[in-house]
């Protein structure tokens, strides 16, 4: 009884001979298959180098999806082009979701998940040569605002003219900043708005596919109908050709017919002549035989008398 291989990669068991092995090492499956058990042991960071040293996706670009994930060669993330962030696939996010699973489940400290790039500054460059509006926030998430008050106090303000001065710019500065964050669109909002899109676009796909199916049904039936007018209009065609053929044989027999009757009439008149000439010759000779026996017996009688005279004027002479 032959033994069976059992491959670890691919969860699959076959008859264990040299030609199977290789087809099956060799083959697409089990090459994919070995690719993913080996990436799930690289580094996280390694990985997402790895990931970001590939050529982008056109296909994954253009319609936010690549049936291949991560066995695709080509890179699938993307940058934000105004913060100029990376933006990672969900495959590659669910492949990090999984590592931290099983770190957790194996109580080891589980790999942070890959964070947005923060930019620095320029060597040579401070914050306070930065303007007003590219300086980054206070540690305290708030500005201190004694620091203005004192400079208008030494500036000739009271202490509450200062403060209702302060108030009034902290009540405007809020109202702006409200009126700014009504403006702004969320990141849940832009989300959902990119999704909403997406599936417009998957919508658009799907009804332009449908048209391009459905031009392509009527183009066909189009076409077979041509195709059934076509071979129709060369049966009638083969029938025409065959009835004039038809008729062109009925009147070249009909013709042949005719010259044979002509010349089998001709024949006989021919004959006819031919059996008449030959008794016209057959009376000629006739006659002839007649007449020259009637010269023969001309000539003998015409002979027998001048004879008889020759001898009649002989005696008398004697």
């Given at each position: 009884m032959p033994r069976n291989y059992f491959c670890d990669f691919c969860q699959c068991t076959f008859p264990d001979n040299v030609t199977n092995r290789r087809n099956h090492n060799e083959g697409a499956i089990h090459i994919n298959n070995r690719k993913?058990?080996?990436?799930?042991?690289?580094?996280?960071?390694?990985?997402?180098?790895?990931?970001?040293?590939?050529?982008?996706?056109?296909?994954?670009i253009s319609y936010g999806h690549c049936e291949y994930g991560l066995l695709c060669k080509y890179s699938h993330i993307t940058y934000d082009p105004t913060l100029g962030q990376a933006i990672y696939p969900p495959e590659l996010l669910q492949w990090f979701e999984l590592q931290q699973q099983e770190a957790i489940s194996n109580n080891t400290t589980p790999k942070p998940a890959p964070s947005t790039q923060r930019y620095k500054l320029p060597s040579g460059w401070k914050i306070k040569d930065l303007p007003l509006s590219l300086r980054p926030p206070p540690p305290k998430h708030g500005y201190d605002w004694s620091n203005i008050g004192a400079w208008l106090e030494k500036e000739g303000f009271s202490?509450?003219?200062s403060e209702a001065i302060m108030s009034s710019l902290q009540r405007v500065i809020s109202e702006s900043m409200m009126d700014l964050n009504?403006?702004?669109v969320s990141k849940a909002e832009r989300e959902k708005?990119?999704?909403?899109?997406k599936v417009d676009f998957a919508?658009?796909?799907?009804?332009v596919q449908l048209i391009e199916r459905n031009d392509f049904t009527m183009?066909?039936?189009?076409?077979?109908r041509l195709e059934s007018e076509l071979e129709k209009l060369k049966q009638r065609l083969r029938e025409e050709v065959t009835r004039t053929q038809a008729n062109v044989r009925?009147?070249?027999?009909?013709?042949?017919?005719?010259?044979?009757?002509?010349a089998s009439a001709q024949e006989i008149k021919i004959k006819e002549t031919d059996t008449r000439?030959?008794?016209?010759?057959?009376?000629?000779?006739?006659?002839?035989?007649?007449?020259k026996f009637q010269i023969m017996q001309y000539m003998i009688g015409t002979m027998t008398g001048a004879g008889a005279l020759f001898l009649a004027y002989l005696r008398m002479f004697k």
């Open positions: 993913l058990h080996y990436d799930w042991y690289k580094d996280p960071d390694a990985f997402i180098q790895e990931q970001a040293n590939k050529p982008p996706c056109r296909h994954y202490r509450q003219q009504k403006m702004m708005a990119i999704y909403a899109y919508k658009l796909k799907s009804e183009m066909k039936t189009e076409n077979d009925l009147d070249l027999n009909l013709e042949k017919g005719r010259v044979r009757d002509e000439i030959e008794s016209e010759i057959s009376g000629l000779r006739t006659q002839m035989e007649a007449i």
